[in-house]
């Protein structure tokens, strides 16, 4: 039976994954599916015909580390997927400013910050003509060092000397409808969920308490996913496309999820087969 590996991490204890629900249907469809960490120096790659990305949710921590990892994957015979290039492309949120040079519509953010002041903080509340903003760092996961701000704190000078930041408007509606989630497999679109925060915070991860739901998307949301799709080169065997609704009743890009993202294959009864179907597909066809 062909090996297949899907990329975790060394302890996943206290997150909330659901992967294994695509092992028996890739078992039947003909592939053994070992769970590994990304840091395991023993493995050789080379026994599987595939590894994918999935539950290393804490990479951003070693940016460096994992990719000289995937370089390692990706020059052995395994396939790695989604693609050396498109996880190099995705690690940075540089990403959506190219987007939005595309045509995307993305949260109104400023780039190319190099410190946080109290002089900055005030000149950023006047250029997006709010009270309230998100400061993150451009390579981060699950939430982490994200702050959502009405007053300016000493302590984010020093958090974000070294940290690479962006800065963006805060949208209400993170808050009041949540954030929408679209997922697809190859070129098949699967589900979507809804992430709401839980109350008083504004956090959406499930780890922080986020409120997770499976809606029916519209047909603008749709649209606006789907014109995300088409602009990733090459085609990704899975992506996550987050959106918010803004002000204006528009859906705006939050993030493209291309690396390691939690695909909620239990929100879906039809996705963990999906997954598997596509996984089996993908790797025929590229004659793995």
Request: charged share 30%; aromatic share 12%; proline share 5%.
């Amino acid at each position: 039976m062909r090996q297949i590996c899907f990329l975790s991490m060394d302890d996943l204890a206290g997150y909330v994954s659901d992967d294994e629900l695509a092992i028996e249907p890739l078992k039947k469809l003909g592939w053994k599916v070992q769970t590994i960490s990304w840091r395991d120096k023993t493995v050789d790659w080379n026994d599987f015909a595939a590894v994918i990305l999935r539950t290393t949710w804490d990479y951003q921590l070693f940016p460096d580390e994992f990719l000289e990892v995937l370089r390692k994957i990706d020059a052995s015979q395994a396939r790695l997927e989604n693609p050396l290039q498109i996880v190099e492309w995705n690690l940075s949120k540089l990403y959506l400013r190219e987007l939005e040079q595309k045509g995307v519509r993305i949260v109104p953010t400023i780039w190319d910050e190099k410190s946080v002041t109290k002089d900055k903080f005030d000149e950023w509340l006047n250029l997006f003509q709010t009270d309230e903003i998100i400061i993150k760092p451009l390579i981060s996961a699950t939430a982490g060092y994200t702050y959502r701000l009405k007053e300016f704190l000493t302590e984010l000078t020093e958090i974000f000397d070294d940290r690479p930041f962006m800065v963006q408007k805060f949208i209400p509606n993170v808050v009041d409808e949540g954030e929408f989630s679209l997922f697809y497999f190859g070129k098949n679109y699967s589900h979507t969920i809804l992430k709401t925060p839980k109350i008083n915070d504004f956090r959406v991860q499930e780890e922080h308490g986020g409120i997770i739901t499976e809606v029916e998307p519209s047909a603008k949301l749709l649209q606006a996913a789907e014109k995300v799709l088409h602009l990733i080169n090459p085609h990704p065997l899975y992506v996550r496309i987050d959106f918010v609704r803004d002000e204006t009743d528009e859906f705006c890009l939050m993030e493209l999820e291309l690396i390691e993202p939690a695909l909620y294959l239990r929100m879906n009864q039809n996705a963990p087969q999906l997954f598997a179907e596509t996984v089996d597909d993908w790797l025929r066809k590229k004659a793995v």
